[in-house]
């Protein structure tokens, strides 16, 4: 009977792995789009910078491809010049393609002490990227929300990895009915089970609706995948995306 249970826990763990599917190197499911693979030709097809009012680049984009300091390969920097001195929004790039609910995965090195970046979902939440910071502002944040509920970020130099399942604010005759929902992975540890997200922060040069209403005043529109430029070498490879259907049910997973 030992030998039959232990059998049993190890094909639930397997399965358990396989359906996860989170940490750096996590290879995109069959049905899911690479929103950057590495070049610089993917770069200019699938991105462009946010219009926002603080927009201060002008194509093509200024983050450059280097190459990957751990793995083989290319990655692209955050370190756009229009960004330097922290100026967000100033150089951010989005996704050409919009998105409702989705699993994101996004694979980032933060080079140095103190770097700052962001993931924004539906050019609307932000998953936060700042080093030495695990406060309501710091790593791995719902921003100014939802502490992560566990540390596992791996530090400046290394590879880290967001695994995320998002389900978009939904609306009845125009008014706010449910808000928007998230479950995160980090380097493969669950830091947010289907947490509720309030607004947009960061005012009008922070994303779509920051300006409504304190950034309360949602609006039913599609966004895409923002990646914020603060001036910080913030480095970003495989990234990928799968469109689901979640008007029946949450986030976890």
């Given at each position: ?75 692209m920097s955050s370190n756009d010049p229009a960004g330097a001195g922290g100026k967000y929004g ?164």
């Amino acid at each position: 009977m030992k030998k039959i249970a232990l059998v049993f826990t190890l094909i639930i763990g397997v399965v358990f792995n396989i359906n996860a599917q989170t940490g750096v190197g996590v290879e995109k499911p069959n049905n899911a789009e690479i929103l950057f693979d590495g070049s610089r030709k993917m770069l200019d097809e699938k991105w462009t910078y946010w219009k926002g009012p603080r927009l201060a680049a002008e194509m093509p984009i200024k983050w450059e491809i280097v190459r990957d300091p751990i793995d083989e390969g290319t990655v692209m920097s955050s370190n756009d010049p229009a960004g330097a001195g922290g100026k967000y929004g100033a150089a951010d790039i989005v996704t050409k393609d919009e998105f409702r609910d989705f699993r994101l995965h996004v694979e980032f090195l933060v080079e140095e002490e103190g770097g700052n970046s962001g993931v924004y979902l539906q050019n609307r939440y932000e998953i936060q990227i700042l080093d030495g910071d695990y406060g309501l502002h710091g790593m791995a944040a719902i921003i100014n929300e939802h502490l992560p509920e566990q540390e596992a970020y791996n530090g400046t130099g290394q590879w880290n990895a967001y695994d995320i399942k998002f389900k978009a604010a939904r609306f009845e005759d125009g008014k706010l009915k449910e808000k928007a929902r998230a479950t995160i992975y980090f380097n493969g540890k669950k830091i947010h089970k289907d947490k509720a997200i309030q607004q947009v922060w960061g005012g009008p040069n922070s994303g779509i609706d920051g300006g409504n209403d304190g950034g309360k005043g949602i609006t039913d529109t599609l966004g895409g995948i923002k990646l914020q430029a603060e001036g910080h070498s913030v480095l970003f490879r495989n990234i990928w995306i799968e469109k689901i259907d979640l008007s029946n049910a949450g986030t976890d997973f």
